[in-house]
């Protein structure tokens, strides 16, 4: 059974960074990334990473987030500087294997105006 951890959020004002962790239990992943769910709204893609350092992110968050990889610890990071209010929301850590995709609990991150 895949565990994902993740850990790092918290409430900040506008401008400030956070740095979100996610660290996976097992083999290494294929892809791991960011999704997130503001209140009211569907689940969106903020970045993903390949195995071999590929990132893709979304236009909302591109030249502010920055999404990286320690294959050796099977983490994920999601460093978020510049924040702003619409990023508030939860942030879930998502793994995918070759067979199956995997989702972390979930962590707020609250941007204040």
């Known amino acids: 059974q895949v565990q994902l951890v993740e850990s790092g959020g918290g409430l900040v004002q506008a401008g400030g960074s956070l740095r979100l962790s996610c660290a996976a239990s097992g083999n290494i992943f294929r892809i791991m990334g960011w999704y997130r769910q503001a209140p009211g709204k569907q689940r969106e893609l903020v970045a993903t990473i390949t195995s071999v350092g590929i990132p893709t992110y979304a236009d909302s968050v591109k030249g502010r987030f920055t999404i990286s990889r320690d294959n050796a610890k099977n983490t994920v990071y999601l460093q978020m500087n510049s924040l702003k209010p619409e990023d508030t929301a939860v942030y879930y850590c998502?793994?995918?294997?070759?067979?199956?995709?995997?989702w972390g609990q979930g962590t707020q991150v609250t941007v204040s105006s």
């Open positions: 998502n793994v995918r294997g070759v067979l199956a995709t995997y």
